[in-house]
């Protein structure tokens, strides 16, 4: 081993010194290779060659802003080039560099923008010159083990630009090929974003390689036919899928940013044979994945892991921009016709779009715009509104119940005002869409599982607009005979199904009174020079402190201190159903019925002895202690709590 070629080079040391360096490395593997006469020589050298490459390209990352190190960088990079286009070097020689070389010269890539520019033709010199099938393994190690100091924008581009030509290389086994590669350039994209603090340019430039890449794809779908190319078109379709929701988590969404690569993508919607009432109902992903996957296919599908978030996406920029709806040949009009047409329809929009709405990654604007379309869905045509109270629609019931939850989260997290205020009507909208009985079987999920206070209050004060509704409907007692009277059971709300949900909250199923002083809805961070929002406030999530760097989305806001207990607000699913019984006490005895039951002894009883004595105590001991330690903040939570429990306890005593 020659002891000059082992010495790594130093920060000083000048860039005639490391370039002549190269020169003579270059020529001695290449000599070696060529004579073939010592294979372990060879591969000996080469790894030589690597290791003082690497340690200029390290060099770097410690001194980033050593001009030196970048000038000599480029003279590397340039000197590479120079050597593998050169007509005198043997093929046997370009074959064994490109299975090193590439990797290394991404590594240099990262020094700076004309280093990329050399690096990038260096990837496209061994792509031209050797075998397409090799290049695809080499590509896809590269991308696929960087080492942690070089996982950035530009270390990948030079690589990801090498694919398109790769594909469009490779004659046979096309399909298989491509499948194999696209896990990788997926995964390493997802990568990018994720780990990248700032939305710049660097990621228009790697998604714009992406979108080369789907070009490929397309070329090579029109060279294959029958089974091969079905298969293809819906492995591109699942790709462009995948890149539409990694650029919305990368890329700022602004029309002048994201549009023209949103245009680009869209364009291969008809290729692929999608559709946009296809893409926001999930029919066409499934079909995609059913082709392209089929059976046993779960290492593909995991690369795949946001084509719902993507497909939701492409609608909802159709629905932002008449030029991409064109691109994408879709009718908005005729979309949304369709679906205000049929409620099942709508449903499954809505099941597509919790995707956007729970992505922490996603800009607030695209949430926005996710909404706002969900609300023009959501006016059904009259004229074609089913009567259909007695359909089982349970099946929907995961899918509705997620996608509310979805919704309230907007409604508990967004910081924008407008954004809360349509969430919520989104909410009230898809509520109202669901047949009666299985709104309340929504209801009653949500609450059961809901961990913020304030939400559940809120839920509850949805079943007691239920039960108004309801029993307003009911004739007056005076009207209905005796057996009548005795016979009815009224409606799902205005029954005993609405003090279910009373018992939920005032005697969860663990047993006891409620745990009031855990279920706290906010603790929050400060963030300097900002005021306390408390309509928003209110909607945070028990138990929960929210911090979170880069997303405008979700962050909390406070001046007094780092962190402050809003007590009062973990009374307020305490305070709605006190207010929801009350409410069905006083209904029940002045229209003189008992649909709900509550007016029956052994229900009274209950209420007394089970869910409002135990409260009483739990409640005044706590006033107690407030008023010791001056915690003005519990005594105004627990004030409007004391004044309705006593007056639940005065009319139950009075029924009695």
Not at 506 to 530: F, I
Not at 540 to 550: A, E, G
Request: hydrophobic share 40%; net charge negative; charged share 20%.
């Amino acid at each position: 081993m020659d002891p000059e070629t082992t010495d790594l080079p130093t920060p000083c040391t000048s860039s005639a010194a490391v370039v002549d360096r190269l020169r003579r490395s270059l020529s001695s593997c290449s000599q070696l290779i060529q004579t073939g006469v010592d294979f372990h020589k060879s591969e000996q050298s080469l790894s030589d060659l690597v290791l003082f490459l690497n340690s200029i390209s390290d060099s770097f990352v410690r001194e980033p802003e050593n001009q030196d190190l970048e000038n000599a960088s480029f003279q590397i990079l340039t000197e590479i080039r120079l050597f593998i286009t050169s007509s005198s070097v043997d093929q046997a020689v370009i074959d064994a560099l490109s299975f090193e070389l590439p990797k290394t010269a991404a590594r240099f890539a990262c020094v700076s923008p004309r280093c990329m520019e050399v690096a990038q033709s260096i990837v496209d010199c061994f792509t031209d010159k050797c075998s397409p099938r090799d290049m695809l393994s080499i590509l896809c190690e590269a991308i696929g083990s960087p080492r942690d100091a070089f996982t950035v924008p530009s270390y990948f581009a030079p690589l990801l630009s090498g694919f398109p030509k790769v594909f469009v290389s490779i004659r046979r086994r096309q399909f298989e090929q491509v499948k194999a590669a696209v896990p990788v350039i997926l995964n390493a994209l997802k990568a990018i974003v994720l780990d990248s603090d700032d939305k710049d340019a660097d990621l228009g430039d790697i998604f714009h390689k992406a979108n080369c890449i789907a070009d490929s794809m397309k070329a090579v779908c029109l060279e294959l036919e029958g089974k091969d190319n079905e298969k293809l078109c819906a492995l591109l379709g699942l790709f462009v899928l995948q890149i539409t929701a990694l650029a919305s988590m990368g890329i700022e969404y602004r029309l002048a940013h994201s549009s023209p690569l949103v245009l680009k993508l869209s364009h291969f919607l008809q290729s692929c044979g999608l559709s946009y009432l296809g893409l926001i109902m999930g029919t066409d992903v499934e079909k995609l994945l059913g082709i392209a996957v089929g059976d046993g296919g779960d290492d593909l599908v995991g690369c795949f892991s946001d084509i719902w978030l993507g497909a939701s996406i492409l609608v909802i920029w159709g629905y932002k921009s008449n030029e991409v709806a064109l691109a994408a040949g879709a009718d908005l009009v005729a979309l949304k016709d369709e679906l205000q047409s049929s409620r099942i329809k709508r449903w499954h929009a809505v099941g597509m779009l919790k995707h956007v709405l729970l992505c922490l990654y996603l800009p607030l604007e695209l949430k926005k715009d996710a909404i706002n379309f969900l609300l023009s869905i959501m006016y059904p045509k009259l004229s074609q509104m089913p009567n259909d109270e007695n359909e089982d629609y349970s099946t929907y019931m995961p899918t509705l119940c997620s996608a509310l939850q979805a919704i309230q989260v907007v409604i508990m997290y967004a910081t924008d005002v407008i954004l809360r205020k349509n969430a919520f009507a989104a909410f009230k909208e898809l509520l109202a869409d669901c047949p009666t009985s299985l709104r309340f079987d929504i209801l009653r999920a949500l609450i059961k599982d809901g961990d913020s206070s304030s939400m559940i209050a809120v839920l509850l004060d949805c079943v007691r607009e239920e039960v108004r509704l309801e029993s307003s409907k009911s004739p007056p007692a005076s009207k209905v005979s005796k057996a009548e009277s005795e016979g009815s059971q009224g409606t799902i709300f205005w029954s005993s199904s609405a003090l279910e949900l009373v018992e939920l909250v005032l005697r969860p199923p663990g047993g006891g009174p409620p745990s009031l002083p855990e279920h706290s809805d906010a603790v929050l961070q400060n963030r300097p020079n900002q005021s306390t929002n408390i309509h928003w406030l209110i909607m945070l999530p028990s138990n929960s402190v929210h911090k979170v760097h880069d997303q405008k989305y979700f962050y909390a806001t406070c001046q007094k201190s780092d962190q402050i207990h809003f007590s009062c607000f973990s009374f307020m699913q305490v305070l709605s159903a006190l207010n929801l019984y009350r409410f069905i006490l006083i209904k029940e005895s002045t229209g003189k019925s008992n649909n709900s039951g509550v007016l029956s002894r052994d229900s009274l009883v209950k209420a007394h002895s089970e869910w409002l004595l135990p409260l009483r105590t739990l409640v005044t001991r706590m006033m107690a202690e407030a008023q010791c330690d001056s915690d003005e903040l519990a005594l105004c939570g627990l004030n409007p709590v004391e004044v309705v429990l006593y007056r639940c306890i005065e009319l139950v005593e009075q029924l009695l």
